[in-house]
């Protein structure tokens, strides 16, 4: 069965070709969810720092106010922005779950290396069983319902960068 010419996919037609195709994906999984995780994690800082900065910027400010009677009305109404940047900059990044979301998908790229390492193996092998592959398809399948979606950006650009390594 042919696939129709709309698309350049074409199903591998042997064991070995099957061992390679999942490799491939494997890897591009695995390096996709280490890009999430790194873009998650930077995203965590861009809005941790501020938050830290602008509450110690208040902090210091209220103690001041407290020490001082005369406070003008600017500096009142600046404490009073930055103690709402902060407070929202704090709530976004509890919602968005920076680091929660970034620390899953290190887990699962690691999970991901870890099958593409099984699959060198039996890639290697003269011959591989069936029952290798069934065990192997068994995890890719439990992975790929259990793993956080990865940004088509992130996806996009690992992608392309692997296969320029592949051509190169």
């Known amino acids: 069965m042919t696939i129709p010419n709309s698309t350049k996919y074409q199903p591998p037609a042997t064991e070995a070709e099957l061992v390679i195709a999942w490799l491939r994906r494997a890897r591009e999984s695995q390096f996709s969810h280490y890009g999430a995780?790194?873009?998650?994690?930077?995203?965590?800082r861009v809005f941790g720092v501020?938050?830290?900065?602008?509450?110690a910027i208040v902090g210091a400010s209220a103690f001041a106010s407290i020490l001082s009677q005369t406070v003008p009305l600017c500096a009142k109404l600046i404490v009073g922005?930055?103690?709402?940047?902060?407070?929202?900059?704090?709530?976004?990044q509890t919602f968005f779950k920076?680091?929660?979301?970034?620390?899953?998908?290190r887990i699962f790229a690691a999970k991901f290396g870890s099958i593409?390492?099984?699959l060198e193996v039996l890639h290697v092998q003269a011959q591989?069983?069936?029952t290798e592959l069934t065990a192997v398809r068994a995890k890719l399948d439990k992975l790929a319902e259990e793993a956080p979606d990865v940004e088509a950006a992130?996806?996009?650009?690992?992608?392309?960068k692997q296969d320029d390594e592949l051509n190169q």
């Open 98 to 105: 920076f680091s929660v979301r970034s620390e899953k998908h």
């Open 50 to 55: 501020p938050v830290i900065i602008i509450t």
């Open 116 to 118: 593409r390492r099984e």
């Open 128 to 130: 591989v069983k069936a």
């Open 81 to 92: 922005l930055c103690s709402l940047a902060a407070t929202v900059l704090s709530s976004l």
């Open 37 to 44: 995780a790194k873009r998650l994690g930077n995203y965590g």
């Open 154 to 160: 992130v996806f996009s650009r690992k992608k392309a």
